[in-house]
């Protein structure tokens, strides 16, 4: 909420309602909502008005299930239950006309005007450290300017991992962060658990690909008793608070909007990322050298590989249907050129290699089928990522394509594929991963990239899918049965070619 303005006037804004509309709404005058809006005038919580200017905005809000006003109400009243369209009446009324607790953003005087004094709020326990995560972020997004955001925060699984309907709901609000173009600043520790980190990229690997957010991973430099706990929203605000493993039983925060003390906690954060290094590195966008170099790197260094693709990975082509595919695509003749030069050089690598190293291909039998019965053509998004336009296969080629991969499944014993519905299980749905066992791992979105070296989220994202690997049944992975149902498709949708 900003300065002067009333809980009212904040849920108009959030739903973009003028005065006018909900004047004309309740049959009063503008004059009457505009004190209301600016806090001049109080709600009556006995008022029939009230009453109908709840009906109004639960009524807005319906065709999102609600997701906005639960938002509001789990936040200011966490731990209560939701459930009824009764319930959500009565808070909503209650949250409207009960006293906001002073904002920690907002200034005062006092008595000497020459002396300012700034809220610092403090936020208790658990519950208090989620409504301080939700204060921060909806400062964060109440704000016209291009925001940044700074965290390093140790504890996390405590407060935010445990409550499922509170962690999706902090997703969600970062989702609106993030497509708002606010800038995000992560530092991490290494000594977490695998489960903790495999959450951590179930969250943000999606939002590392999409760009603004940066993530540092520390090495054990200020390692200690002390596990702290500093959100900064960038000359605005600071969320801070510190435990002592072994003598605090749990965090409490502060949230400050005091200049001194977010210059303070921001000199802090620069002083802890000084210590990390970075876990991804982008790969920029359009920058083809740079591309081909990273994935050429990738295929030249020694190790078992697993691919996970949508679709059957690009560089696994026969060379004539790679090379009718980008003239079919009306690619350039000059980076046809260069893409062919690099298709013949992985492909060296790669015949040596697989004497030696296991390869593991993900496929999702289900999606293929489905695309290929509803599209005439497959979009190939990595191979769109080296064109840099959308590349589209026909489910004939595409067919064409999972032959071969089948014949090479059949000659090399060090290739194997699955070809099931892992994706109902797939933490990373969406995302094509191509990993190199303790060196390496490249993930792609629809037209981005990013590459990482970092053992933390290398090993991670290895001994997930190696595990989701072993978590298959024989029926979708047995080579038989593989090359069985992929003669199926491919029969079934290349007999007109």
Not at 206 to 213: A, S, T
Not at 225 to 254: C, W, Y
Not at 451 to 464: A, C, F, G, V
Request: glycine share 4%; proline share 2%.
């Amino acid at each position: 909420m900003r300065k002067n303005q009333s809980k009212l006037g904040y849920l108009m804004d959030q739903f973009r309602v003028k005065g006018n509309d909900l004047a004309d709404y309740l049959h009063i005058d503008n004059s009457l909502i505009s004190k209301w809006k600016t806090g001049k005038r109080k709600l009556s919580s006995e008022s029939e008005t009230l009453n109908t200017i709840v009906d109004f905005f639960i009524k807005l809000d319906s065709n999102t299930d609600f997701l906005n006003i639960l938002s509001l109400l789990r936040t200011a009243y966490p731990g209560v239950s939701m459930n009824g369209s009764d319930k959500m009446k009565i808070l909503l009324k209650r949250w409207l006309t009960e006293d906001e607790a002073e904002n920690y953003f907002l200034s005062k005087q006092i008595k000497n005007i020459n002396v300012k004094m700034t809220q610092n709020i403090l936020y208790k326990g658990d519950d208090g450290r989620q409504r301080a995560a939700m204060d921060l972020v909806d400062l964060m997004l109440e704000s016209t300017d291009k925001e940044e955001i700074m965290i390093m925060d140790y504890d996390r699984s405590t407060w935010k991992y445990k409550d499922i309907d509170f962690h999706m709901r902090w997703f969600q609000k970062y989702e609106q962060i993030i497509e708002k173009g606010h800038k995000v600043v992560i530092l991490d520790f290494e000594d977490r658990s695998f489960e903790d980190r495999l959450q951590q990229l179930t969250d943000w690997l999606g939002f590392y690909i999409r760009g603004n957010v940066e993530k540092y991973i520390n090495y054990g430099e200020f390692k200690g008793i002390f596990k702290p706990s500093l959100l900064v929203l960038k000359d605005k605000a600071a969320l801070f608070g510190i435990t002592a493993e072994g003598f605090t039983s749990k965090m409490n925060v502060q949230i400050t909007s005091d200049k001194v003390m977010i210059d303070h906690c921001t000199q802090l954060y620069e002083a802890a990322k000084s210590l990390c290094s970075p876990i991804f590195h982008p790969i920029k966008q359009g920058d083809l050298e740079q591309l081909l170099k990273i994935h050429l790197s990738m295929e030249r260094e020694a190790g078992d590989m697993i691919l996970k693709d949508t679709v059957p990975y690009c560089m696994l082509l026969p060379e004539e249907l790679f090379y009718n595919i980008l003239k079919e695509n009306l690619v350039e003749e000059d980076r046809i050129e260069t893409l062919l030069d690099y298709y013949n050089e992985y492909s060296e690598t790669f015949f040596k290699n697989i004497h030696h190293f296991k390869y593991r291909v993900l496929l999702d039998e289900f999606y293929l089928e489905n695309a290929m019965i509803s599209q005439k053509e497959l979009e190939y998004s990595f191979l769109s990522i080296l064109t840099g336009k959308p590349i589209f296969v026909s489910k004939e080629y595409c067919c064409y394509h999972l032959d071969h991969m089948m014949n090479l499944m059949n000659t090399y014993k060090n290739f194997e594929m699955s070809f099931g519905s892992y994706q109902d299980k797939d933490h990373f749905k969406g995302i094509d991963i191509y990993l190199k066992k303790y060196k390496m791992t490249i993930a792609s979105g629809w037209s981005k990239s990013i590459y990482s070296r970092e053992p933390s989220m290398n090993d991670t994202l290895y001994m997930y899918y190696t595990s989701l690997w072993d978590g298959m049944s024989s029926f979708d992975k047995d080579r038989t049965i593989v090359e069985q149902k992929i003669r199926k498709l491919s029969g079934f949708h290349s007999y007109d070619v």
